[in-house]
């Protein structure tokens, strides 16, 4: 006969002894009430495993997707498990079930990493090749919140993954007690919930919110990452024979970069300019009316210039796989490409400018010590936040205003007359998350050493907007930036500037909104209409602001592309 109590009531095994009575006295009732409480104590926690369980094997990857109706399903695993349990051998029942639920546990860890890459990247986590991004993510909250905070969430998570491998397995141990002590009712449910998700199954029954009833998830995460190991394993190796293989490396130096010859180029990326800020209906209008009129600005000024799009190899975050990308003609989607890139020879948009004559500068402010990488792109100087003489504020993440980064250029390289050409990568952080604290511009010729902007900043550990009030911060960070380059160029562009500016990623899917593409703007500006005629083939929208069906381009293919237009 099967046992009707829990394996919380006398606790042990099937078979074990009832605790004994002997001793009480007649007429004391606590022992039976502590049976009692023990049995309902007991059914709990066989009700909170259960439950747990159930939990880890049905919530989806995807942070949209986590509502209530999401757990209203019948896992396929948890069917397979019950079943596997009960023909497994007694003795070896505790080792699969206790193995089974830490493997279950990290499953759900990892379901959570790839909720939170799904929300600020679009994509889910590499098991193989993002954990060099946690160290960039640490920082990012050291910056954000200071050292102590930085070292408490990375405890904490820790001890939370540590955690849930422990707490799943124990659950798992428990229900599997629980499935050999009432093995009869355990077949008899097991046999009917799956007849339930084979009809289900073959009849493509959905919950309320799109998600099918006869859930797989945990099985097919598994499988996925399962794959993604394999194809992320060989992935080093594939990207260094691509590496090789170019087609400019050999191009004598009279045929590099002709068309701008004698040129000051600027090329500036733009920190989360995404097509986002250009479409989406919370930012296009005042967005799209900063380009409009300052194509106008430019106009009147005599400059022109042409939009088109570029698919960035990162989104919500990852700036330097962007710049990486574009600077090498290589698609750098992750950090072991990276590595592997900037330890290579890699022929390299700097090194053309340079190899044509020109001084190739980098403004990186958000730097804050020894930067190796800056040797392999090719710079003949490397501005970060240590050598700039900014003696103003903070503003979170960004340690000067874009207005101040180019500032810096315009008198340390553009300023002298007797000079070579200048090439000049910048970085304008300004447009980083949080968004906490956004400067305003001020008159060119009172930036000085960047005391002008003390009270606008916020400090580096200024706190996040509030959910209400973040996209509009976003989107306030987005014209600032923009106006300040349109202001640039309006202020010190001559006959010889040509502006390159694009978006390095899309802003986390919060800002960008669920579905995005990974599409960034690109503009180029310039008084020489020679320089402009170079990309008529390219056909970009006129203006800053680009045509929504103009065309996009693979990051990775715009170094072919601009040697190829301005070569020899």
Same mark, same amino acid.
């Given at each position: 006969m099967e046992r009707v109590d829990d394996e919380g009531a006398g606790g042990g095994h099937a078979g074990e002894p009832a605790e004994e009575a002997g001793g009480r006295e007649p007429g004391d009732r606590e022992p039976g009430r502590g049976r009692r409480w023990r049995r309902i104590a007991g059914r709990?926690?066989?009700?909170?495993?259960?439950?747990?369980? &159930?939990?880890?094997? @049905?919530?989806?990857?995807?942070?949209?997707r986590l509502t209530p109706a999401a757990f209203a399903r019948i896992p396929v695993e948890g069917i397979v498990g019950v079943a596997l349990i009960l023909l497994v051998p007694a003795r070896a029942r505790r080792y699969v079930a206790g193995a089974a639920g830490a493997v279950l546990g990290l499953l759900l860890v990892l379901k959570v990493m790839d909720i939170g890459f799904e929300a600020v990247m679009f994509r889910p986590f590499d098991l193989v090749l993002d954990w060099p991004l946690l160290g960039p993510a640490v920082e990012f909250v050291?910056?954000?919140?200071?050292?102590? #905070?930085?070292?408490?969430? &990375?405890?904490?998570?820790?001890? +939370?993954? @540590?955690?849930?491998?422990? +707490?799943?397995? &124990?659950?798992?141990?428990r229900?599997?007690?629980?499935? $050999?002590?009432?093995?009869?009712?355990?077949?008899?449910?097991?046999?009917?919930l799956g007849t339930v998700w084979v009809l289900c199954a073959a009849l493509g029954v959905q919950a309320?919110?799109?998600? =099918?009833?006869?859930?797989?998830?945990? $099985?097919?995460?598994?499988?996925?990452?399962?794959?993604?190991?394999?194809?992320?394993?060989?992935?080093g190796e594939e990207f260094a024979e691509a590496a090789a293989v170019d087609a400019f490396r050999g191009t004598p130096t009279d045929q590099l970069l002709t068309g701008l010859r004698g040129k000051d180029v600027v090329l500036a990326f733009v920190e989360s300019y995404g097509r986002s800020a250009l479409e989406h209906p919370e930012y296009a209008a005042q967005v799209g009316g900063v380009l409009d009129a300052g194509t106008r600005r430019l106009d009147e000024a005599g400059f022109s210039a042409r939009s088109g799009w570029l698919t960035s190899p990162t989104t919500g975050g990852g700036s330097w796989l962007a710049h990486a990308t574009l600077l090498s003609g290589l698609w750098v989607d992750n950090e072991q490409r990276y590595r592997t890139l900037v330890n290579s020879d890699r022929f390299t948009l700097n090194q053309a400018f340079q190899r044509a004559g020109s001084r190739t500068v980098a403004l990186m402010p958000a730097i804050t010590r020894t930067w190796p990488e800056g040797g392999f792109f090719g710079y003949d100087k490397v501005y970060d936040s240590r050598?700039?003489?900014y003696r103003g504020p903070r503003f979170a993440f960004a340690t000067m205003p874009d207005q101040y980064t180019l500032s810096v250029l315009q008198r340390n390289e553009l300023a002298a007359d007797d000079r070579a050409p200048v090439m000049a990568e910048a970085a304008l952080v300004s447009s980083h998350a949080p968004w906490a604290a956004i400067p305003r511009q001020?008159?060119?010729?009172? @930036?000085g050493d960047g005391s002008v902007f003390q009270g606008m900043?916020?400090?580096?550990? $200024? =706190?996040? =907007?509030? =959910?209400?009030?973040?996209? #509009?911060?976003?989107?306030?960070?987005?014209?600032?930036?923009?106006?300040? &380059?349109?202001?640039?160029?309006?202020?010190?562009?001559?006959d010889d500037t040509v502006l390159v500016f694009l978006g390095d990623h899309q802003p986390s899917p919060v800002l960008a909104g669920q579905g995005a593409s990974r599409d960034v703007p690109i503009t180029v500006v310039a008084k020489d209409e020679a320089v402009l005629a170079k990309i008529s083939g390219w056909g970009w929208q006129d203006g800053l602001k680009p045509a929504k069906n103009s065309p996009v381009w693979p990051m990775h293919a715009f170094r072919d592309r601009f040697l190829t237009a301005f070569g020899g």
């Open positions: 709990a926690c066989t009700a909170a495993a259960f439950l747990f369980v &159930l939990a880890a094997l @049905v919530a989806p990857a995807e942070l949209t050291e910056k954000s919140s200071g050292r102590t #905070g930085a070292i408490g969430v &990375l405890v904490l998570a820790v001890v +939370l993954a @540590v955690a849930v491998a422990v +707490l799943m397995a &124990l659950s798992a141990l229900l599997a007690r629980v499935a $050999a002590r009432h093995r009869r009712t355990s077949v008899r449910a097991a046999a009917a309320a919110d799109g998600l =099918p009833v006869a859930s797989r998830s945990t $099985a097919v995460l598994a499988y996925d990452h399962t794959v993604q190991v394999r194809s992320s394993l060989n992935d050598n700039t003489g001020v008159p060119w010729d009172q @930036v900043g916020k400090g580096d550990d $200024a =706190p996040w =907007p509030p =959910p209400d009030e973040i996209r #509009g911060e976003y989107r306030k960070s987005i014209e600032y930036t923009l106006n300040t &380059l349109i202001s640039y160029v309006e202020t010190y562009g001559d």
